[in-house]
């Protein structure tokens, strides 16, 4: 089912921070968000995920508005992984997870056995079996951001948006993530549309890119005609050259500064 | 924590809940001895022993129960609605307004307080949500608290300025507003206790959008919760048990929030558990401190939020201590 945005346009206030913002989410394939800080990525993502109502234009999940759609059907449908999360409450992982159940069981019923289930598998996929018990703010950074990657994978969605999923996590975890999501689009059929800061993550794991600057799109296609030196340095004004990884062959970025030297 | 080690939890709880009331009917400047209170309640026919115990120590030991669970319940709500570890159930004004209310009540000579003290709380509670509301976009809980904190300075400044140009009322006005139970009677049990009850059974049902609610307003919306109306929801549900049991017993301070950081120890964070242990918590504490007021200076009466105030402090010191370590 496709998750579509069709030239909407977002603002707070006065500000209009999102231009005619297109977008198609398939089935399968893994979007990556990319641009400077305030180009508009984080807004884009909740416009997708109905929790920022566009200005004009509108976003459609298999074709209905979503807007119109009941907001647990949505729930079971999308889910999100919003940037921040300022958990200040003693919550275990277990309760927080389940909590990715909701959307199916509703806010009063007991949590069921397949609900158990889905807590299970989404804590193996995260790496977290043994974590179910603790007390979320007695984890790492890296180890909370899974827990709440699992919170949306307990969801049991078939789109996820997720809003720079691999800050602050070590390399191994980040790449473990991304494998995962390619993962979840590959087998799973999921649509997976992410913002993040990592062009190289980005080359290694997208199918499409888009690469947003002040609010508009700049371009977007497929990953590797999208992240191209050309467009690169008119995104983000730096100059940068690309190399082929040593091994799949997709572009690295390597940023070009006088400070540098050269060999 | 297995379900089952949280029954035997709570049915423990309720136990000592039930131990402190029965040594809290024992206690009085009548001197009854303790040995015979049950045979007394039990045997038929008039006495005065009877009637004390009946009519004066029995429904203040069950109002005395059902306020600090309310209180407490009602402070779990908040802390968690706001996130703030330092919320108690007066912070977005119900205990000013109550204040207002009772004092309105008592100057005009209304008689009556209870009903005058309710209103008020949930005059100021509203008027607190539209101001805080007034931004647009339903009220946050950040603006909730500015709009609490400025309401309660005003409104409170309303009732001290009333008590100086009616001093001949004064005390009586202080009295109350010291909080209490020497004036309960079955009458005040008859219409606090089902209003308490109806609250905290709402705020029980919407643990689970409170649980939600700690993750972040975007992860609960994306959950399915409507946030906007579950807040107000939980805000309503609070105040109608927090504007209750101020009605009935006065300002009572430290029990709501005191008893859900104690609560929060033993059944961690999710409020389907919290809830119920904090009015446990909480009735258990007031039943003491109460105990404790008519007990400690007989035949004074020492008012219940001063014994309240000076054995949550340093309680409530010495959990701040524990979690930091």
């Known amino acids: 089912m496709n998750l579509v945005a069709e030239r909407i346009v977002c603002a707070y206030g006065e500000r209009t921070v999102l231009h005619d913002f297109n977008l198609v989410a398939e089935p399968g394939t893994v ?4 641009g400077p800080n305030g180009a508009g990525k984080s807004t884009a993502l909740r416009a997708l995920s109905r929790l920022l109502r566009p200005r004009a234009g509108k976003v459609t999940l298999g074709g209905e508005d979503v807007w119109r759609l009941p907001r647990r059907s949505f729930g079971r449908q999308v889910a999100f992984v919003p940037q921040s999360e300022a958990i200040a409450w003693p919550m275990t992982v277990e309760q927080v997870v389940l909590l990715g159940r909701v959307p199916h069981r509703g806010w009063l019923l007991p949590y069921s056995a397949e609900d158990r289930a889905a807590l299970r ?8 079996e043994d974590f179910q018990g603790r007390d979320l703010d007695s984890l790492s ?23 720079e999923p691999g800050a602050h996590l070590d390399l191994r ?9 390619a993962r979840l689009a590959r087998e799973r059929r999921a649509a997976v549309v992410l913002s993040l800061h990592d062009l190289n993550l980005a080359s290694l794991y997208a199918d499409r890119a888009v690469l947003l600057n002040e609010g508009r799109i700049v371009a977007q296609g497929p990953t590797q005609e999208v992240l191209t030196p050309g467009l690169l340095r008119e995104t983000f004004g730096i100059a940068v050259e690309t190399v082929p990884h040593p091994r799949c062959g997709v572009a690295m970025i390597l940023p070009v500064s006088p400070h540098l030297g050269e060999t | 924590m297995s379900r089952r080690r949280f029954a035997i939890l709570l049915l423990g709880l309720g136990a000592v809940v039930a131990l402190a009331a029965a040594f809290s009917l024992t206690v009085g400047s ?15 026919g008039p006495s005065l022993e009877r009637t004390i115990l009946f009519d004066l120590r029995l429904p203040r030991v069950l109002l005395a129960l059902c306020v600090g669970a309310g209180l407490a319940g009602a402070g779990t709500a908040y802390q968690g609605l706001f996130l703030n570890p330092l919320a108690d159930p007066f912070v977005i004004g119900a205990s000013s ?11 005009l000579d209304l008689g009556a307080l209870p009903f005058a003290a309710f209103l008020g709380s949930l005059g100021a509670v509203g008027l607190v949500y539209l101001l805080g509301g007034s931004g647009g976009g339903g009220a946050s809980p950040l603006s909730l608290l500015l709009a609490g904190a400025a309401v309660s300075t005003i409104v409170g400044s309303l009732v001290s300025l009333l008590m100086i140009l009616n001093d001949q009322s004064l005390g009586v006005i202080f009295n109350w507003l010291l909080g209490g139970f020497s004036t309960a009677t079955w009458r005040e049990l008859g219409y606090g206790a089902p209003m308490v009850g109806v609250g905290l ?10 649980d939600a609610l700690a993750l972040g307003d975007d992860t609960a919306s994306s959950l399915g919760l409507s946030v906007v109306g579950f807040r107000f929801a939980i805000v309503l549900a609070a105040t109608i048990t927090t504007a209750a049991a101020v009605a ?20 961690g964070g999710r409020n389907s558990r919290l809830l119920p242990v904090s009015c446990l918590f909480g009735a258990l504490l007031l039943l003491l401190a109460d105990a404790a007021a008519r007990g400690l200076a007989s035949p004074q009466e020492i008012p219940v939020s001063i014994v309240t105030s000076l054995v949550g402090g340093p309680f409530f010191l010495y959990l701040l201590r524990r979690r930091s370590a």
């Open chain 1, 31 to 34: 979007t990556a968000l990319l």
């Open chain 1, 173 to 181: 975890h980040q790449v473990e993530l991304f494998d995962l999501l």
């Open chain 1, 141 to 163: 950074g890296g180890e909370r951001r899974r827990a709440l990657l699992a919170r949306a994978l307990a969801q049991d969605a078939r789109v996820l948006l997720l809003d």
């Open chain 2, 248 to 267: 009935t017993a006065g300002i009572i301070g430290f029990v709501g929030l005191v008893a859900p950081h104690a609560a929060r120890l033993i059944a």
């Open chain 1, 121 to 128: 598998t989404a804590l193996r996929q995260v790496d977290l």
């Open chain 2, 97 to 107: 307004g109550a204040a207002l209310g009772a004092t309105v009540s008592i100057l």
């Open chain 2, 201 to 210: 059974v709402l705020l029980w049902l919407l643990s689970r959008p409170l």
């Open chain 2, 30 to 44: 009548a001197d009854i001895p303790a040995g015979r209170t049950l045979s007394i309640l039990t045997s038929p």
